[in-house]
């Protein structure tokens, strides 16, 4: 490690966002009601360039809440709003909030995106997009698709229907390209300029047992056409797959990430690409730890592959003993410092940690 | 219950409230703002005795623990404005106050020329009129009027007070850490029910980094300029953060079989321990198990201080009083060490404005000292906060344990704090 910071949060989080202005976001999901929505100001540490080791502050300081009346697993800001998007069980309605720092430190609750609720519907997943009006793209299912209206809260748009399995994350390409990525695995692209194409990519490898998939897309470098950086695609069982959206019949590499025990929950599982770093990525959420990986040396025979580090923080930081261990809830990357990342566990730890960069093998 | 500050409450430099409660009236600290060198440093009585004399208008003063900033005004209070009623506070405060004030006196008086300050015989003659309590111990302070002293951890003495009178009663925190460290436990209160919490706040929109990470950096830095062979001045009050912080190192030095001598101000070690060893119950659980085979507070590799050694060739640590730099030796050692970029000063708490402490903290790096002379500093300089005060999580705790009707922060910046305010109605 370069630094290492541990805090802890009153109450786990399985999200950690962005927002203007280097705040971050967290959210409580455990409770029925009582959640908590923190944005949080990081301790100057994370602004400088530099490490400076000891630092006047060395901690987060609460900016604004607000309280949620339901578990919130997913959260988005809308960019050039002061809203924020958030769902969660048990349906997959969203709920919309005003975050005005200014003369209170209260996140409000603002509005209610409803859904057709059918059964078999569990929590929306979200991404939100400020085109020429700022959007929300949501769903459950892949059958139950939409964009809506943040503000208005119009419907927009509805994405063709190939199948009805569960989604795990979707994300907007650009402002007409949706990317969806189901739960076995699936990916499909979808252009709203032509409503009922839905293109596919190639699948993933099938597996005797079942495992459960989640996508993870590189934020738009600025400059580069956000088709032409691959999506990974990370299984409950530890495979990588990783996709160019121009060339979809193939993979571009398939790597597998070595993991304890396969198969364990597949709720948390992260993988995300380093916005600094080429060929960079981050997994989690398979046990107690974060996996970094160098993707450049990856060929598309599957064998396993050498993380270039792994934090193990949150899994010495419990109690020990009788506890189970915990899980590595989310994680994602510093927009600016290169090898800074922040993770989450399921104990309500929050780190931050600047690993240093292996030079050949020691 | 009327509550009302007698000084700037929103200022971190000093405590004074004032608490109406069924027609007593009773004084929480009496704090001394360490910023400022004319009477804005002490608070602001005028408020109270435009009622009268505030013998006949107070029933009690009650004093946290020995921080100046709680305790500071007192003699200034009881022997300058006038009060001659009983000032209450527990056996470790009474015993440790009187040296810090007598320093404090010493520095502002003999070194800086103050006129307008309390005696050595002020300082005496203000102990007379305490009264020492225990923990848990319930004080009559008259017929309707009753206190009791709660462990607060944050240093040694320090106590949370409830003041009840008839079934209105209030619990006045001072300062105070729900978690445990090294040489101190965790503040704990019962049930009980004040209709009114007044809690410190300093902390309570901050979510602290952990102990070990903190401490883990403090260590490196240390023990890299020691490396090199560089001198590490560490100012800090005679008595607090200094044991916690003697204790991590003479651990660390043990572990690291290093070499380098470590310093600790003369006079006020001694002192120091003699307070930890007669007050051993007021410290945790830890010390007091292994303190039979060894005192905790004997330290091996921690020497007394001369102020010859400061000229010593080759790599040492100094704790040094005073501790923002204001005054004194530590002040003395500063400027002898300040020139060499191998050497380096280790902040460890808050830094009052105006004080040379502050300003180097705030990047400052030529100082005008006494008699127009310029000090450049290249010598490197740190912050390392080590104070023990609640955050969010803490505050929360203690409200639990409590479980007030109403609660009041103070201490803290005064930034809107309405989301705590929700959080907090949240609980009940």
């Known amino acids: 490690y370069r630094d290492l910071h541990t805090f802890e949060l009153q109450a786990p989080t399985r999200l950690i966002e962005w927002a203007r202005g280097n ?66 069980p048990p349906n997959s309605s969203l709920q919309v909030w005003q975050v005005s720092a200014e003369d209170s430190d209260v996140i409000k609750s603002v509005s209610t995106i409803a859904t057709e609720n059918g059964p078999g519907q569990s929590w929306a997943k979200i991404a939100t997009i400020s085109a020429r009006v700022p959007w929300v793209l949501h769903g459950s299912r892949l059958d139950r698709v939409q964009i809506t209206e943040v503000e208005s809260r119009k419907h927009v748009y509805t994405a063709a229907s190939r199948g009805s399995e569960e989604l795990s994350n979707l994300a907007f390409l650009d402002c007409n390209t949706l990317l969806l990525c189901c739960a076995t695995g ?33 934020h738009g470098a600025q400059g580069l056409e956000p088709s032409s950086q691959p999506v990974a695609r990370l299984s409950s069982r530890g495979l990588l797959t990783l996709t160019d959206l121009r060339k979809t019949s193939e ?30 990525l981050a997994i989690s959420g398979l046990d107690g730890t974060v996996h970094v990986y160098d993707t450049q040396s990856w060929d598309s ?27 590595v809830t989310v994680h994602t990357w510093h927009l600016q410092k290169p090898r800074t990342l922040l993770s989450a566990a399921s104990d309500g730890s929050l780190h931050i940690w600047d690993w240093v960069q292996p030079c050949g093998k020691c | 219950v009327l509550c009302c500050r007698a000084g700037a409450g929103q200022d971190v430099g000093r405590s004074c409230i004032l608490v109406s409660i069924a027609g007593k009236n009773v004084m929480l600290d009496c704090g001394m703002h360490m910023g400022y060198n004319d009477d804005r440093r002490f608070p602001d009585f005028s408020y109270i005795t435009q009622n009268g004399r505030l013998t006949d208008f107070l029933d009690c003063v009650i004093i946290s623990h020995f921080h100046l900033d709680h305790c500071g005004a007192l003699p200034y209070f009881s022997e300058m404005v006038g009060y001659d009623g009983p000032i209450y506070m527990t056996h470790p405060t009474k015993a440790i106050c009187p040296i810090l004030l007598e320093d404090y006196r010493k520095i502002t008086v003999d070194k800086k020329g103050e006129t307008n300050f309390f005696t050595s015989q002020m300082i005496k003659d203000c102990m007379k009129k305490v009264v020492a309590v225990h923990l848990h111990q319930t004080v009559q302070v008259d017929e309707e009027l009753e206190i009791k002293a709660y462990y607060a951890g944050h240093v040694l003495g320090a106590a949370m007070f409830q003041i009840k009178v008839g079934c209105e009663s209030v619990v006045y925190t001072g300062d105070y850490n729900m978690t445990p460290d090294r040489h101190l436990g965790a503040a704990w209160i019962d049930k009980c029910r004040p209709d009114l919490l007044i809690s410190e706040s300093t902390y309570a929109t901050t979510i602290r980094d952990s102990k070990r990470c903190r401490e883990r950096d403090f260590l490196k830095k240390v023990h890299e300029t020691v490396e090199r062979g560089g001198k590490v001045l560490i100012p800090v009050f005679a008595l607090g953060r200094a044991q916690e912080l003697c204790i991590l190192l003479e651990t660390f030095w043990e572990r690291m079989n290093l070499k380098a001598p470590i310093y600790f101000s003369t006079g006020l070690t ?38 010859a ?26 400027r002898k060490w300040a020139g060499n970029e191998k050497n380096m000063v280790i902040m460890p708490g808050y830094c009052v404005q105006g004080t040379v402490g502050h300003k180097i903290l705030s ?39 409590a479980e007030p009707r109403n609660v009041l922060l103070v201490h803290g910046e005064a930034k809107k704090m309405e989301f705590l305010k929700q959080k907090i109605e949240q609980e009940f």
Request: glycine share 8%.
């Open chain 1, 251 to 280: 993979f571009l590499a398939l790597a597998k990430a070595r993991v304890p025990s396969p198969g364990s929950s597949a709720e948390f599982l992260c993988v995300s690409w380093a916005p600094a770093l080429e060929g960079y």
């Open chain 1, 301 to 327: 025979s599957g064998r396993e592959a050498e993380p270039i580090f792994v934090h193990k923080g949150h899994a010495f930081g419990g109690a020990g003993g009788s506890r189970d261990p915990p899980l």
């Open chain 1, 186 to 218: 699936r990916l499909c692209l979808a252009d709203m300029r032509q409503p009922q194409s839905l293109m596919e990519a190639m699948s993933v490898p099938s597996t005797p047992c079942s495992e459960q998939w989640c996508m993870g897309t590189r």
């Open chain 1, 23 to 88: 705040r971050v976001c967290v959210a409580g999901y455990g409770q029925s009601d009582g959640n908590e929505i923190l944005q949080l100001i990081p301790p100057p540490t994370l602004l400088t360039k530099e490490t400076q080791g000891l630092c006047p502050e060395r901690d987060f300081k609460v900016e604004c809440g607000g309280f949620s009346e339901r578990p919130v697993y997913s959260l988005k800001y809308v960019p050039d709003t002061s809203l924020l998007v958030t769902s969660g």
């Open chain 2, 363 to 401: 990047g400052q790096r030529k100082l005008e000292m006494e008699g127009r002379q310029i000090l450049e500093v290249k010598m490197q300089v740190e912050y390392m906060s080590f104070s023990a005060h609640a955050d969010a999580k803490g505050i929360m705790q203690l409200i639990r344990q």
């Open chain 2, 270 to 307: 001694e002192k120091a321990n003699h307070y930890y060893k007669l007050f051993i119950t007021w410290t945790n659980q830890k010390i007091r198990k292994t303190f039979v085979q060894r005192n905790m507070f004997e330290f091996k590799h921690i020497k007394a201080f001369d102020r």
């Open chain 2, 309 to 334: 050694f400061a000229d010593n060739p080759g790599p040492m640590v100094v704790f040094a009083t005073p501790g923002m730099l204001h005054a004194g030796q530590s002040l003395q050692i500063f």
